[in-house]
């Protein structure tokens, strides 16, 4: 428990006006974006350097004080619910891009920076960061989860892009890591160790990160098939071709009727794949897209060569089906399944998420990043009526269990954090135990983001 001595020294490393134990504080800290229960914690102290917070977790670690790092609070899984209640780290305030260099196709930013304002400096030299996971994210944060989002087919996860990191350990140690060159194989790749850690290692106060330069060209298509099956067993044949789209997403047809309700558009309500190719020529473009037409030739309506402002309503409304969910059923709570597939057995899942859905009697939405086997399904209950929460929580738990016999993973970019524990062990087997080691090493007293990934 924190102590009126221990509020003392925080204030006097952070000022009294970037510590807060009031009510609204607490309570807009206790929550993200998932179905999981709220936990407050007991102060809320915004830093502004790295020193800063190698103080604080000197105090907290000598005290054995629990410690959540705070970034966007949009994360799906309880990543950082201060289940322990203790102390929360809210980085919003360290947000600087420190430099860029275009020449390098490098920039470095501190870790409370959202990536939708990196990408507006970085935009004036052709640049751009690739991973967008739909929310306004910081880049701290998608370096503990490790967020992919749309583009991840073609340009990868926000790990792939990490080429340094700054880190404060539970000692205060500030440590860094990684160098400025894309490639090396000097020694253990320890930033790997910190990315996708959610918190529970160290806090990410720095990152240096690759960068992509902005396409000349793109074009996009829209296909759509007569059944859930045809459409699932579409993506492994594309991605099968040699096809590398920047974007190859997946939508039910209960999801496109949706967004075409909300956001005015006009696809055909059916299973549907929305693909994306990025390049510096048209021809090369048309090249995959004829090879599109060719292996989607059967498919119920086929659209290519979209332009701008459509791609972009297009890309909008995909963006926004978790908030559209919510605005279309407002006394609705939902669980959003994150489970990802080799893509031969894409079509099995997609299936047998559809089945679990109508075998546990509950409404829900399938949609995902279908390129790289990944499947979200949003499965809604009502809070309090019934045994609605419990059906979901058993159908969510199916569809994770059959994607690990399937050969996947129980979380393609959602992380661990608080729901998806349950699942570790078996998809880890043996080496779960490697985990805890390495989380005992480093952080032996348990401060770090504690309840979380173990």
């Not at 967004?259 to 048309?286: C, D, V, Y």
Request: glycine letters at 10%.
């Amino acid at each position: 428990m924190l102590e009126a001595e221990d509020l003392d020294r925080l204030r006097a490393i952070v000022g009294p006006e970037r510590l807060s134990t009031g009510e609204s504080e607490l309570e807009l800290h206790s929550r993200d974006e998932s179905h999981h229960p709220p936990s407050r914690p007991e102060a809320v102290v915004w830093p502004r350097s790295a020193e800063e917070i190698s103080a604080i977790l000197k105090l907290a670690n000598s005290r054995k004080i629990p410690v959540t790092p705070w970034a966007g609070g949009t994360s799906l899984e309880g990543n950082p619910i201060p289940v322990r209640g203790g102390l929360v780290l809210d980085m919003r305030l360290m947000d600087r891009v420190l430099w860029i260099r275009p020449e390098d196709l490098q920039v470095r930013v501190e870790a409370g920076l959202d990536f939708v304002r990196l990408n507006e400096r970085l935009e004036r030299y052709g640049l751009f960061f690739p991973p967008d996971p739909g929310a306004v994210a910081t880049i701290g944060g998608m370096v503990a989860n490790d967020a992919k989002g749309i583009r991840a087919m073609k340009y990868g996860s926000t790990g792939d892009h990490v080429l340094g990191l700054e880190v404060v350990l539970p000692t205060g140690e500030i440590v860094e890591l990684g160098s400025r060159a894309w490639r090396s194989s000097s020694g253990y790749d320890l930033k790997r160790l910190f990315i996708g850690s959610e918190g529970t290692l160290a806090v990410i106060t720095e990152v240096t990160l690759g960068l992509s330069g902005l396409p000349a060209e793109f074009l996009a298509a829209v296909v759509s098939f007569a059944s859930l099956a045809e459409a699932a067993r579409a993506v492994a044949e594309l991605v099968g071709a040699g096809l590398v789209p920047a974007a190859l997403e997946f939508m039910d047809e209960e999801t496109v009727a949706l967004i075409n309700k909300f956001n005015k558009l006009g696809l055909p309500e059916r299973p549907t794949l929305f693909l994306e190719f990025q390049g510096s020529s048209r021809a090369a473009l048309e090249d995959d897209l004829q090879l599109v037409r060719q292996i989607c030739a059967g498919a119920h309506r086929l659209e290519t060569g979209l332009g701008r402002e459509e791609r972009d309503r297009l890309w909008e409304a995909r963006h926004l089906i978790h908030d559209t969910i919510r605005k279309a059923f407002p006394k609705v709570a939902g669980i959003v399944v994150d489970v990802a597939v080799p893509l031969s057995r894409y079509p099995e899942l997609v299936e047998y998420a559809k089945w679990a859905l109508q075998e546990h009697g509950l409404k829900g939405y399938l949609f995902g990043h279908a390129g790289l086997g990944g499947l979200h399904a949003e499965l809604l209950y009502h809070p309090g009526e019934g045994d609605e929460l419990d059906r979901a929580e058993a159908a969510n738990a199916a569809i994770v269990h059959r994607a690990l016999e399937l050969g996947g993973t129980a979380t393609g970019e959602h992380g661990v954090g608080l729901g998806k524990r349950r699942f570790m062990e078996r998809e880890h087997g043996p080496s779960l135990e490697l985990m805890r080691k390495i989380k005992a090493l480093l952080d032996p007293n348990g401060i770090m983001n504690p309840g979380k990934v173990l």
